[in-house]
C-alpha cells in the first residue's frame, strides 16, 4: 500500500494536503485560461486591426472617387464649355479636404500612413497644378486649354493617381491577411496549451481522489458503520484511530462520545425523576455536542473536496446524513427520558410539542396556565405521552384530542382518539399498565372508555397539593 507508506509513523494533514493539491490545480487552471485569455485579446486585436483596415480601404475608395469626380468633371466642362458640367467637380473640390484628413488618419500603419500622404499630395498636385488652372483657361477661352497636350497630360496624372490607390489597397488586404494568419495561428498554439493545462489538471484530480480514497474514504468508511452501530444503541462501538490528522481527532471525538454515552446510561439507572432530568442535561450538553462535532467535522472534510460528485464526496454525504441521522436519535432518546421542553415550558408546552411530533394528528386544549412542582409536572407529561404512544399503536386512529384542566386542586388529563376502541382494561396488554402505576403513584384516579368501534377515552385525575 504505497499510500500507507507515504503518511507512515506521522499525522497527515487533510487541510495541508487539500490546499496544496487545490493550489496546484488552480495554477494549472489559471495557466491554461491565462493563454486562453491572450488568445481571445489576439482574437479581439485581429478583430479591430480588420475592421480598421475595412474602413481604411473604403476612405480609399472615396478618395478615389473624389479624383474621378474631379477628372469627370473637368472633362465634361473642358468639351461643352457649359459650366453645369463642372457640378461634379464643385463637389469633389469641397469634400477634398475633409475627405483627405479622414483618409489619412484612417491608415493602419507607418508605412501605409507614408503612402496615404504622398497619395493626398499627389490629389492636390493635381487639382491646383493641373485641374484648377485648366479650367480656368477654358473659362478665358484659351484654346490650348482643349488642346491634347492639356488632354495627355490630365490622362497622366489620373493613371498615376488610379495606380496608387491600387498599391495602398492592395498592401492593406496583404496586411490584413498577414494579421489574420498571425491570430490564427496564436490561437490554435492557445488551444494546444489550455488543453494541455486541461489534462494535467484532470490528472491531478484523478490521483487526489485515489489518495483521498485511500487515505480517507476507508476510515470515513468506518466511522460511518461505527455512528449507524451507535445510533442503533450498541455504545460499546469504537472507531480505529486513523492516521489521517481530521480523520484521527474525529474517530477520538466518537470514541469519547460512545464513553459518555454508556455512562450516561449507567446514571439513568440510578433513580426515577432526578436520574431522567440529569441523563437528559447531560446527553444534551455531552453527547449531542460530540456527535455536532462530529458533524461538523464531516461537514469540514466535505467542504475540502472539490465540487465534482466522486465516491469520496457521495461516502462523506451519506456520513453526513448518518451523523445527522445520531443527533436526531439521540435528541429523541433525550427527550423520552426528560424533555428538554418541560424545564423550560412547563407541562403545558411539553405536551404542545409532543403533539406537534405525533405522527398522527393532534390538538391540545390548554386550560391550565400555571406550572407545578417538577415531579408532578414530570410524570404527568409522561402519562400523556404513554397514552399518546398508545394510541398510535393500538388504536388505528386519524385524530387524537388532548386537554388539560385545572379545576381547583385537581389536574384533569384526557386524551382521547377516534380510533378502534375496545381496550379493555389495564390488564389486557395495551400498555396501559404503566400509566396506571404512573396515575397510583400520585395518588391519582384513572378512568377509561373505549366501547368498540367509538375510539378510546382516558381521563385522569391527580390531585395538586400546595
Aim: charged residues 25%; contains cysteine; hydrophobic residues 45%.
Amino acid at each position: 500500500m504505497r499510500v500507507r507508506r507515504w503518511y507512515s509513523g506521522r499525522r497527515l494533514g487533510l487541510t495541508s494536503l487539500t490546499i496544496a493539491a487545490s493550489g496546484l490545480l488552480a495554477l494549472l487552471i489559471g495557466v491554461a485560461f491565462a493563454v486562453l485569455l491572450w488568445a481571445i485579446d489576439d482574437a479581439n486585436d485581429s478583430t479591430s486591426a480588420r475592421r480598421a483596415s475595412r474602413t481604411a480601404l473604403v476612405e480609399a475608395g472615396t478618395m478615389e472617387q473624389l479624383v474621378l469626380d474631379l477628372e469627370t468633371g473637368q472633362r465634361g466642362f473642358v468639351i461643352t464649355k457649359q459650366e453645369q458640367f463642372l457640378q461634379p467637380w464643385n463637389e469633389a473640390r469641397k469634400d477634398l479636404p475633409a475627405e483627405t484628413r479622414r483618409f489619412t488618419e484612417s491608415t493602419t500603419s507607418a508605412h501605409q500612413q507614408r503612402a496615404a500622404a504622398q497619395i493626398a499630395r499627389a490629389v492636390r498636385s493635381y487639382l491646383d497644378d493641373y485641374s484648377v488652372p485648366l479650367v480656368d483657361a477654358v473659362r478665358r477661352g484659351d484654346p490650348s486649354a482643349s488642346g491634347l497636350a492639356e488632354t495627355e497630360e490630365g490622362k497622366r496624372r489620373v493613371d498615376a493617381l488610379r495606380a496608387r490607390f491600387d498599391r495602398y489597397m492592395a498592401d492593406e488586404r496583404a496586411q490584413l491577411a498577414a494579421r489574420e494568419d498571425a491570430a490564427g495561428a496564436n490561437g490554435h498554439r492557445a488551444v494546444v496549451a489550455a488543453g494541455l493545462g486541461l489534462a494535467a489538471s484532470t490528472v491531478l484530480v484523478a490521483g487526489f481522489t485515489v489518495l483521498q480514497h485511500r487515505a480517507v474514504v476507508r476510515p470515513v468508511r468506518g466511522a460511518a458503520a461505527a455512528a449507524q452501530r451507535l445510533a442503533d444503541g450498541d455504545l460499546a462501538t469504537r472507531i480505529t484511530p486513523s492516521k489521517v490528522a481530521e480523520i484521527g481527532a474525529l474517530g477520538t471525538s466518537f470514541n469519547s462520545m460512545a464513553v459518555s454515552l454508556q455512562d450516561s446510561r449507567r446514571r439513568v439507572m440510578q433513580s426515577v425523576e432526578e436520574v431522567h432530568r440529569r441523563t437528559a442535561r447531560d446527553l444534551h450538553d455531552g453527547a449531542q455536542q460530540r456527535l455536532v462535532s462530529l458533524m461538523i467535522g464531516l461537514r469540514l472534510a466535505r467542504e475540502m473536496l472539490p465540487d465534482e460528485q466522486t465516491p469520496v464526496t457521495e461516502l462523506l454525504e451519506d456520513s453526513i446524513a448518518n451523523a445527522q441521522t445520531a443527533i436526531d436519535e439521540l435528541r429523541e432518546l433525550a427527550r423520552g427520558i426528560y424533555p428538554l421542553t418541560l424545564t423550560v415550558k412547563g407541562l403545558a408546552g411539553a405536551v404542545e410539542d409532543l403533539a406537534s411530533r405525533c405522527p398522527i394528528p393532534a390538538a391540545v386544549e390548554n386550560k391550565c396556565d400555571r406550572r407545578f412542582a417538577s415531579t408532578v409536572e414530570s410524570n404527568a407529561y409522561f402519562i400523556v405521552a404513554e397514552a399518546v404512544t398508545n394510541a398510535v399503536k393500538h388504536a388505528q386512529a386519524s385524530h387524537i384530542d388532548i386537554s388539560l384542566e385545572l379545576t381547583g386542586d385537581v389536574l384533569r388529563i384526557r386524551v382521547a382518539d377516534d380510533g378502534v376502541g375496545g381496550v379493555a382494561g389495564t390488564a389486557a396488554g395495551s400498555g396501559l399498565t404503566g400509566l396506571a402505576d404512573r396515575v397510583a403513584a400520585f395518588d391519582g384516579t384513572l378512568s377509561i372508555e373505549s366501547p368498540p368501534g367509538e375510539g378510546t377515552s382516558i381521563l385522569v385525575r391527580i390531585p395538586i397539593t400546595a
